[in-house]
């Protein structure tokens, strides 16, 4: 098959380990930069335009959309969509799961388990939105914040006051959190390929730290999950309508919850803390895949 993988750079990990993965199983992988393509969007015969050239007969795409490229990079994956081009995860699912109040509803809609969230525009209302959640402390964040920036826990509903406040006085939309303080600063992620957890890892935060992210100087082990983080992470991943995901979650007395469900989940941490080789097992499911089934899963 020929596989693009949409990717700002061959030198990050999960890009490098794809591209080899995928040439070790004999397929012709191209690296493309999603913010180097443009696209003719003519009637019948829409295409992709990379170097000067149209792309053509790539049978699957790899979609490596960076955080703060979310627009762009699903107009790409789109467009690729449009020409029946089979692709790991499909446009709609990804803009869904990259804003976190989006990806909490949609998964609040289907009973799955979650910290209780509130969400508010004025700063008027602070005083609801923090009684919602039972008050301080509680964990405020930034809807679009990854690897753990703009993830603030506050002790007092004092503190909580004026970090909303400031959020809002800079126009950013936040989500205000019950705080699991029983996790102890770790999440589990689980990898997710077509409706099965290929391999999980527990993160643990730096010491004094309650954010579990790697880039935020976690470490990382393999963990087993109980049946029922298994079947909450294969459940939050359908509801996104995502078929190669990283689901986040907690471990709190009422049992497992979310906190993300990522829709390029990094491979570095969980190759190296489960010795999977998990890029490997994303080319097996797009050589079961790619090629006229499973299109249309979900409408753009
Ligand atoms: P990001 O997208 O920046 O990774 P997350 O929502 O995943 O943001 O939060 C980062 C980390 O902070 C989580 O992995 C978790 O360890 C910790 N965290 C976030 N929200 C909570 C919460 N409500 N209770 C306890 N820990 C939390
Ligand atoms: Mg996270």
Redesign the pocket.
């Known amino acids: 098959m020929k596989i693009a993988i949409l990717s700002r750079s061959l030198s990050l990990y999960s890009t490098r380990r794809l591209k080899e993965a995928g040439e070790a199983r004999g397929h012709t992988m191209k690296v493309i930069d999603y913010l180097r393509c443009y696209m003719n969007i003519t009637s019948r015969n829409p295409q992709v335009i990379y170097q000067g050239e149209p792309l053509e007969g790539v049978d699957a795409v790899i979609p490596r959309i960076g955080a703060s490229n979310t627009f762009y990079g699903t107009a790409v994956v789109r467009q690729f969509e449009m020409m029946e081009v089979f692709v790991a995860n499909e446009s709609q699912a990804i803009s869904r799961s990259r804003d976190?109040l989006r990806c909490l509803q949609i998964l609040s809609k289907r009973g799955i388990g979650l910290?209780v969230t509130g969400f508010a525009h004025s700063t008027k209302d602070i005083e609801g939105l923090i009684d919602i959640v039972g008050g301080a402390p509680l964990?405020i964040?930034l809807l679009e914040?990854?690897?753990?920036?703009?993830?603030v826990l506050t002790e007092t509903n004092q503190a909580a006051t004026s970090v909303i406040e400031a959020f809002r006085g800079l126009n950013a939309n936040i989500l205000v959190?019950?705080?699991?303080a029983e996790?102890k600063?770790a999440?589990l992620r689980c990898f997710v390929i077509d409706g099965k957890v290929v391999t999980a890892m527990k993160r643990q935060?730096a010491p004094g730290e309650?954010?579990?992210?790697l880039h935020r100087g976690g470490n990382a082990d393999k963990v087993k999950l109980t049946a029922e983080e298994r079947s909450t992470a294969l459940k939050a991943a359908k509801a996104m309508g995502l078929r190669v995901a990283g689901v986040?979650l907690?471990r709190s007395k009422h049992g497992p919850v979310i906190?993300?469900v990522n829709s390029s989940p990094g491979l570095e941490g969980i190759e190296r803390a489960t010795g999977i080789d998990v890029a490997g097992k994303v080319i097996e499911y797009l050589e079961k895949n790619a090629g006229g089934k499973n299109k249309d899963r979900i409408k753009y």
């Open positions: 976190k910290p964990v964040k914040g990854t690897q753990g920036i703009g993830v959190q019950e705080f699991i996790a600063g999440d935060g309650f954010r579990s992210n986040d907690l906190m993300e």
